[in-house]
């Protein structure tokens, strides 16, 4: 337990750059250095976590803790992975003027510039795993433009929906392989979390309040940390200031780990008399729903997506994951963070790092954060 919650506490610590570059993080760190498990569960992990509600890549998180340490690994891995930014987003609550602007425009770059190279890397290797001939390369390309085109979570489901048809027509022959575990549905967590659907609709109270906004701004978001913002605004924005809420947003794209932290500026904000408990409420709210889901699923899901008869549907959605991290490392990951040449050569520099094995995570995070704040001191 102790080497998960070491583990997470450190992608917890350097994860900028949003769900799709913590793919590329825990790819990176749990497939390629640690071995703690295969592409393929990878990819069937990651497929799950795409038609759940909830914070993806906490999920995904959440799900590899499971598989390496049983439950208790996985409320490890979530603890680890996602106390760095409670604790940050609870101090921008109390303490909302940190760095000068100009540091903090640097900062944000050099992650910006970090995050497209490890999106980059999840897409080249699991590119190469997942995409080996002409048809999945052509799924993962027809999937990527799509998205780049169509750029909703209607978009991505119908992609993916495809991807399974065209891969259970013309790939189940290649790639079936024997099913692995047991067709296990979890009953007390999908029980559990029908409860609280329930208790969230028709309780009330300061503190229910609390946990009913977030918890069902957690079971209702599908696509991740970038669609919560809108529900949120609707659930609680009438109870604080535009600037405040947009503040932790931002910030929220700015810290590492999950942009569902959000939870934890607005929980301290929307409880001011005991600002850290109110933090640790609508955190604890909006994540579990999606958890809930991943532990009543999980098991059942492991099982299905490895029978032989559904083994080409797999290999049809693992290319079209591949081209929805395609499509998410054009936008929002190379938009928002190469706007000219220096940017495209920092990015280019941040890839010749990450090849050359020489430096870990952290070190790139330091290397492109300093190349950021010098490139915004060179400007001012």
């Known amino acids: 337990m102790t080497d998960i919650f070491r583990q997470f506490l450190l992608l917890g610590l350097i994860s900028f750059g949003g769900p799709a570059a913590h793919v590329g993080y825990f790819h990176q760190r749990f497939v390629v250095q640690l071995q703690w498990l295969n592409d393929e569960d990878f990819a069937r992990l990651l497929a799950l976590t795409q038609f759940l509600p909830g914070p993806a890549s906490s999920q995904l998180g959440f799900a590899i803790g499971r598989l390496r340490g049983g439950v208790a690994g996985a409320f490890v891995a979530f603890i680890g992975f996602t ?64 998205l780049i085109g169509w750029p909703t979570l209607y978009g991505q489901v119908i992609a993916l929906l495809l991807a399974a048809i065209v891969g259970w027509r013309w790939l189940r022959p290649v790639l079936a392989g024997p099913a692995v575990g047991k067709p296990v549905l979890r009953r007390r967590p999908l029980v559990l979390f ?59 794209q700015a810290v590492p780990g999950p942009m569902f932290s959000l939870a934890s500026y607005l929980g301290a904000v929307l409880l001011p008399a005991s600002p850290w408990w109110g933090a640790l409420i609508a955190t604890l709210a909006i994540f579990l729903p999606g958890f ?33 991290l395609l499509a998410a490392l054009y936008q929002p990951v190379f938009v928002s963070a190469v706007h000219d040449v220096w940017d495209l050569l920092a990015v280019l520099t941040g890839l010749l790092l990450l090849y050359s094995g020489k430096v870990p995570l952290w070190g790139m995070v330091l290397c492109m954060t300093m190349l950021g704040v010098l490139a915004q001191t060179m400007l001012n």
Not at 102 to 118: R, T
Not at 202 to 231: I, Y
């Open 194 to 252: 029908g409860l609280l659907v329930v208790a969230a609709l028709l309780t009330d109270g300061p503190l229910l309040a609390l946990w009913n906004d977030f918890f069902t701004a957690g079971a209702l978001v599908f696509g991740g940390g970038h669609v919560v913002l809108p529900l949120l605004q609707e659930l609680v924005g009438s109870r604080l200031s535009p600037d405040a809420f947009l503040t932790g947003y931002a910030a929220a």
């Open 83 to 146: 106390l760095p930014s409670f604790l940050l987003m609870g101090l921008l609550a109390l303490y909302a003027n940190a760095l000068p602007l100009w540091l903090q425009g640097g900062v944000i770059s050099g992650l910006k510039w970090l995050a497209v190279v490890v999106v980059a890397d999840a897409v080249w290797n699991m590119g190469r795993r997942f995409c080996t001939h002409k048809l999945t390369r052509c799924l993962a390309m027809v999937v990527a433009l799509l």
């Open 292 to 324: 809930l889901l991943v532990l009543g699923l999980m098991d059942a899901w492991q099982w299905l997506s490895s029978r032989p008869a559904l083994a080409g549907a797999v290999a049809g959605i693992n290319a079209a994951v591949v081209g929805l």
